[in-house]
């Protein structure tokens, strides 16, 4: 069964470093997510994308976050200048399109993220 | 998204069947009811979605009140497998590229 690839599954970084997540989607999906879950917290939306550009953002998704689609796999958040508060686990979702059952968005295992 | 109220935890015995209820009392009739679940240290994961007439598949069973102000998951035989968080989230059908929004959820416990 297909399913969404993210990698590492641990990032272990040092406040004020760029870190890159890396996310390959479902091949024939459209539609693209990112959420992140602080440990022992509800899963919160970051960024959706679509056709190239990201469709809707989340407020947490400030000046320090960007989400690019570099190829025809793989789909990436970045964070430029770490911070202890970006400490957690982060998902990647794909969705095929919209309607019926092709409105269901596919989860990735996640990265955790734990910033030192 | 409308609202969604679902008790924060439910223990079910191995093998037993387990109802997990959702409220959504300000649910519209555009508004499907669509249900994730999180095992531990994964990601959620989708387990089954229905408007008005009651679904099953592999997974699960959906029963929806006549009024659509409740629904109820139908796991018929837990295993400890099924041990996770179930999310009970309404999607308009206009939902389009909306995201999910995830309340907290019930944590299911599942008793060998």
């Known amino acids: 069964e297909p399913e969404v690839t993210q990698t590492p599954s641990h990032q272990v970084t040092q406040m004020g470093q760029e870190v890159i997540l890396r996310c390959v989607p479902i091949?024939?999906?459209?539609?693209f997510y990112w959420y992140r879950q602080i440990l022992g917290q509800k899963v919160e939306f970051l960024v959706s994308f679509y056709n190239n550009e990201i469709s809707e953002k989340s407020e947490i998704f400030d000046d320090q976050f960007s989400v690019e689609r570099p190829d025809g796999s793989n789909f990436t958040l970045k964070i430029r200048s770490t911070k202890l508060e970006d400490s957690a686990m982060y998902f990647c979702a794909s969705k095929e399109r919209t309607g019926g059952m092709q409105n269901i968005q596919y989860f990735g295992a996640g990265t955790r993220l734990s910033v030192l | 998204d409308a609202k969604t109220t679902q008790p924060n935890s439910m223990e079910s015995n191995e093998e037993e069947p387990v109802h997990l209820p959702c409220n959504h009392s300000t649910i519209s009739g555009t508004d499907y009811i669509h249900w994730y679940r999180q095992l531990p240290s994964q990601g959620p994961e989708y387990v089954i979605h229905?408007?008005?007439s009651n679904v099953n598949n592999r997974m699960a069973s959906l029963a929806i009140a006549e009024d659509r102000k409740s629904s109820t998951l139908i796991l018929h035989r837990a295993t400890l497998r099924d041990a996770a968080v179930y999310y009970c989230i309404l999607r308009t059908i206009l939902s389009g590229n909306t995201p999910l929004v995830f309340g907290k959820g019930t944590r299911l416990s599942v008793i060998a």
């Open positions: 229905g408007l008005t």
């Open positions: 091949s024939n999906h459209l539609y």
